[in-house]
């Protein structure tokens, strides 16, 4: 098993940056591709980006493309997610995922653990 614990969301006004963090304990492994996921209310959970576990490859949905980037540090068994030019819409609970595989899965049915989520909110 592999727990994944979130961290960093909190209130932000449109335009501002924030940086969530994913720290990764139990079985871990650095060849896990990590990924993080988002979910509004009333939607449905989407994914945001994914980092392979060499670190050679990063995946990013259209939405966030030069806005975020994830990037991990293996040592510390952490993940994050830098997100700048926050808008009003990137708003969602924001999940760490891990997948036993290879990056190139968008689908969160893909992702094998999870963390419990924290909460971003962008006020316009």
């Known amino acids: 098993q592999v727990q994944l614990v979130e961290s960093g969301g909190t209130l932000v006004q449109a335009g501002g940056s924030l940086r969530l963090s994913c720290v990764a304990s139990g079985r871990t492994s650095r060849s896990y591709t990590m990924g993080w996921f988002r979910q509004a209310p009333g939607k449905e959970r989407e994914f945001v980006a994914a980092d392979s576990w060499s670190g050679g490859r990063t995946d990013y949905a259209d939405s966030v493309k030069g806005r975020f980037t994830i990037s991990r540090d293996n040592a510390k068994n952490t993940a994050y997610l830098q997100m700048n030019s926050l808008k009003p819409e990137d708003t969602a609970v924001y999940y760490c995922?891990?997948?036993?595989?290879?990056?190139?899965?968008?689908?969160?049915?893909?992702?094998?653990?999870w963390g419990q989520g924290t909460q971003v909110t962008v006020s316009s």
């Open positions: 995922a891990a997948r036993n595989g290879a990056i190139g899965k968008t689908g969160a049915i893909e992702y094998d653990y």
